[in-house]
């Protein structure tokens, strides 16, 4: 049996977690900082660098605990070393080297918009197969199955960082077919919660009010940027809701005032409008599925989605109902894998162990991803 630690602290959250062969998750601890944040509307970087520091200890013991192994027992120890806020990171890799170099164990740093994917194929295998008490070789031949079922497949990242489709035909082996042009869509939902006064975090709250709101309420715009084109652009809806809210403004910049505030939206508007932008973010969403799919060079056997806004309820959805007509097996992660978690980091790194890829411990963190 191959245990690997995984650690993540690419943004608001510390996590660790056990993973055994790639596809049995053992233990999966987060810490969220959420309650910090929410007072400032959004992530503090320094303060979130600062909270990493002070759990990331007791976090991967935790981890440890819950899925009773002893740290020296572990076979590798892995960590998402990008792509992310920078001091967040750090906490993380440098958590990490210390780990491999005292527990004398090897070291691999994984791609956290890779690792999103990774947790919708781990899925997969959770579902598919009752991999709880099997045996390490059992699990190995799911892994194989799960693998041949799956791929080539096509892959989408909906993050608050990136909104990214991928042809993969596995899951180390991946072209970026498209990506945002300027917001991602997490990005997108958390300022249209600012925008609808919904507050934070903004694409949970802005999930929920949708669903109690009328989505033909309003037509908002969805940027589909000419027809063979795979990016995305949320921006002219944001702005388009922006203006719905407070009116067009006078003047520019810092300078420009609005007519109307937040406030003045009654509760069945706020609820309306929190649909009407969740209808046109997803439609854009599904229709750049759809050319994506098209463009494929071999057809995909399946659809793999990950990052924090794969456990929107629309979305996850409107993916699923893709499954029989598009002739794919649609795979969504638990809720737990879609936001920023370490058991896809420990996952994704099993793949590269097969693979003999570890790093040595001047790994570093980089803000951006090394996938697109
Ligand atoms: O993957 P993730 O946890 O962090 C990044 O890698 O960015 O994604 C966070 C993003 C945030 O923008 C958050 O608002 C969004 O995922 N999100 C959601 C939902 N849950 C999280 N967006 C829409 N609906 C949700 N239920
Ligand atoms: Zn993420």
Redesign the pocket.
Known sequence: MTQILGIES??D?TAAAVVCDGVHVASNVIASQHDLHAAYGGVVPEVASRAHLERIEAVIRTSARDAEVQLEKIDAIAVGNRP?LIGSLLVGTSAAKALAWSLEKPLIGVD?VQA?LYAAFMAYCGESFDLTGAASTERRARRDTAMADLFPSLGLVV????TSLYALASPTDLTRLGKTRDD?V??A??KAAVILGLGY????N??RAAAQGNATHCHLPRSLLGPDSLDFSFSGLKTALLYRVRGHPQGRGNAASYPRSSKDLSDTDRLDLAASFQEAAVDVVIEKLDRARQAMSIPPRSLLVG???S???L?RHRCKELEDPWEMKVCLPPLPL???NAAMIAGMAFEHHLQGRHDELDLCAFASTKVG
């Open positions: 690419s943004c959250e992310g956290h999103h993050s608050g960082g990136h991602a997490g990005e939902y958390d975090p903004g694409g949970p802005v999930d990052g924090g806004v456990a929107n309820r979305l879609c936001v920023d």
